[in-house]
Every structure is written in C-alpha cells, then in structure tokens.
C-alpha cells in the first residue's frame, strides 16, 4: 500500500510541491536488489550521511552472505518524491529475546544504525511516513537500532518517540587535510604526547626492524581471520564480549568479506617487528573516509604501546592517500585519543510496538543491559572472566 503525505513548508523549495510516497522492497532474491541498487547508488551522490553501513555495497554483502538464513529477512524502505527517489532504509527482521523485531541490516555486525537521505529534504515527514509503513506491513514487536549518531537524522526523529539508552560510547573522529604536511598534522598534536610516541616508537625499533605493510584485495582473508582469532582471544581473556562475537554467523561473515573487497574497499593495516606481527588492523575505505572495523596487537609487544606506534601508520597512510577522516569507531579506546579529542556520541533507541515487544524491550534494555554494562565496567577481571569466555564460546 502506498500512503502520501506533502512535504512540510520548512522543506527545501526544489521538492515542497512534490508527493511524497514509500514503497517497502523485500530483499528475498537478487533481482528485488538489482532493481533497486542504480537508484540507491545515485542517491549516496546526493546524500550528506551517506557512509559504509547505509551503502548498498555493504547491503549487498549482507545479503548474500545471508541468503537461504532462516533467522533474519531484509527489507529496504525507500522515500520518493514525484518519481525521485530523496530517502532509503535498509532493515532486517530479526529475532531477539523472542521477540520479532526491525533492526539495521546488518545487525549485530555493523557498527552503526543508519538510513540515507537526500540533501534537498526534510528527514523528519519522510522517517514519520516510512515507520507508518513498517507498522501497517510488518507485525513485528518493536525496532531495535544500535549505535545511533546523535548527529543522524533517525535520532532527531526517533529520539522523540523511543526509549534513549546511553552507554556513554563514542566513537573517535579524526580529521585531515591532505593538502597540508602531515608533519602539520602531528603539531597538533599535545606535545607530551609527540614525546611518548616518541619514545614508544624508539623503544620498539630497539626490538628489530619496523615494518608497516599494507595489504588490500582477497589476499586479506587470512589476516581478516587472524584478526577475528586474536580479538575473540583478547575479548574472553580480559573477561568482555560483545552481541556480534556470540553471533555463530560472525566469523563467516568477517572472512567472507575478502572475497568482496574491491566494492566494499576493503583494506588491512600489519605493524611487524623483524617480521613477527606487532599489531593488526583492517576496515573500509569508503568517501574519503576509513572506517576501522577491527584489530588485535601481539601481547609480547604490548609494552611498547603497539596500537598507538601503528594507528600513525594508518593515519600517516590515509593522509598521503587523499583522504580526509577516519572513524575510529566504538569504544574510544585510550590509543585512539592519543590521536584526536573529536568523538562522535552514539546511543541506541528502542521503540517497543506491543505489549510484548514492552514487557521485555522495556526490562532488558532499559534495565537490564544498563545494569549488566555497569557490572562489566566495575567487577575485577579475575570475577568476569569466567562468566564472559561461556557466553563468547
């Protein structure tokens, strides 16, 4: 069914007098995606918040790795005005706690909730219409949106209706300008901190040679897997876990990725020390932009501050590649505020729809997940530990 609505008089000239109009596409076979992705494409040309995790790249990747899955089907809301397409959310159904509930696509493996819109409208009618859509075609218990920006359009919107969880996560933001030295870049910088990175980097060449290799293309599969070993190593030996680590799809999913790395600009960063690997690290160039998705260091070489020594490589790299960010992502880890003081605040947003999706949205995320999030924080790693390696196995 198709519902229209006119655009608010605050909205840009170029659609005021246009319809508005939403049409919910299920991705259950590949030509529903293709007959959706030029469209898709062109408005990420149009779109400020475009990114990795609302791409239809990263769309398309989620899908195929899904495809045949009982556990989660996709949906992908789009917004036209007249025959111009201005907004697109890509959704999955899910199941969670036994609930059915809308999620972003690519949950719990992505790292933000997003949806894309043109810059010429209005989010707020077009985010109104598309969840008014959602509820009249899908009886599912409520949505579930992970990692909201506070900058996003879905938050203005959604942060009006749904429950606001605030975990206090940020993610570390770093700005470049290439037409500048880098050397520029590192003047910036707090002076004691040149001088311990100093320090760090000349105590680490005391150790052998300092090799920085930088690998793109399927040849990363093997370090994408490496990587998902030490970091699951890393997450139950420190007594922490996380929703997309207890996923049994996860490890698939992050060594699957080589095979798509041309289109999902996949790229991995290694740090080694006469050839032994110090530290590890790979994401997403995408826009101008990276996107680091993981990484892991070597324990024998912790002492030597090997996550900041490498994220100056990485940072050093994407300067003389031309662009102009990198996300540093959750959690804002101390190495990455060696590098930056601009963060991005996320939070998630739970909007139950029944009286089910109320009863145990409403215990386990406002009380529960919170309560749980605080334990972690405050309880001794020897008590965690245990608790923590069950439920990551």
């Not at 006469?274 to 990276?290: H, K, P, S, T």
Request: charged fraction near 25%; glycine fraction near 6%.
């Amino acid at each position: 069914m198709l519902a229209e609505i006119t655009l608010e008089k605050d909205a840009p000239p170029e659609t005021s007098s246009e319809q508005l109009h939403v049409v919910i596409t299920p991705i259950d076979r590949p030509e529903n995606f293709w007959a959706i992705s030029a469209a898709w494409r062109e408005l990420e040309k149009r779109s400020p918040n475009r990114g990795l995790f609302n791409s239809v790249d990263w769309a398309f990747y989620v899908a195929n790795h899904f495809a045949g899955s009982n556990d989660r089907r996709f949906v992908v809301v789009e917004a036209f005005a007249g025959n111009r397409l201005v907004a697109l959310w890509p959704l999955a159904i899910r199941k969670h706690g036994g609930l059915n509930i809308l999620t972003s696509m690519g949950a719990p493996f992505d790292q933000y909730s997003e949806a894309l819109f043109s810059w010429d409208v209005n989010p707020a009618p077009l985010i109104d219409q598309m969840i008014g859509e959602l509820r009249k075609q899908f009886p599912v218990d409520g949505l579930v949106m992970r990692k909201v920006k506070v900058t996003e359009p879905l938050y203005d919107w959604l942060s009006q209706k749904a429950y606001v969880i605030d975990h206090g996560e940020e993610a570390p933001q770093v700005h470049l300008d290439p037409d500048k030295p880098f050397e520029e870049f590192l003047q910036k910088l707090n002076s004691k901190t040149r001088k311990n990175l100093r320090n760090y980097q000349n105590r680490l060449a005391r150790q052998g040679d300092i090799e920085h290799v930088v690998v793109e293309g399927p040849q990363t599969a093997e370090l994408l897997a490496q990587c998902f070993d030490d970091r699951h190593a890393w997450l139950s030996d420190q007594g922490y876990s996380s929703e997309a680590f207890r996923d049994s799809h996860f490890k698939s999913f992050v060594t699957g990725l080589s095979e798509y790395s041309e289109s999902l600009g996949l790229i991995a960063f290694v740090l080694k020390v006469d050839g032994e690997v110090a530290a590890l690290q790979w994401g997403f160039i995408r826009g101008g932009c990276y996107y680091a998705f993981m990484s892991c260091r070597n324990a024998r070489f912790e002492q030597f501050s090997v996550g900041r020594i490498h994220l100056r490589h990485i940072i050093e790299f994407c300067h003389r590649s031309g662009l102009n960010a990198l996300d540093l992502m959750v959690p804002a880890s101390s190495y990455k505020l060696n590098w930056t003081k601009t963060t991005e605040p996320v939070v998630d947003l739970i909007w139950p729809w029944t009286a089910k999706g109320f009863l145990v949205l409403d215990l386990v995320e406002r009380k529960v997940r919170p309560v749980v999030k605080h334990w972690l924080n405050q309880t001794p790693q020897a008590l965690r530990k245990p608790v923590m390696a069950l439920l990551n196995r």
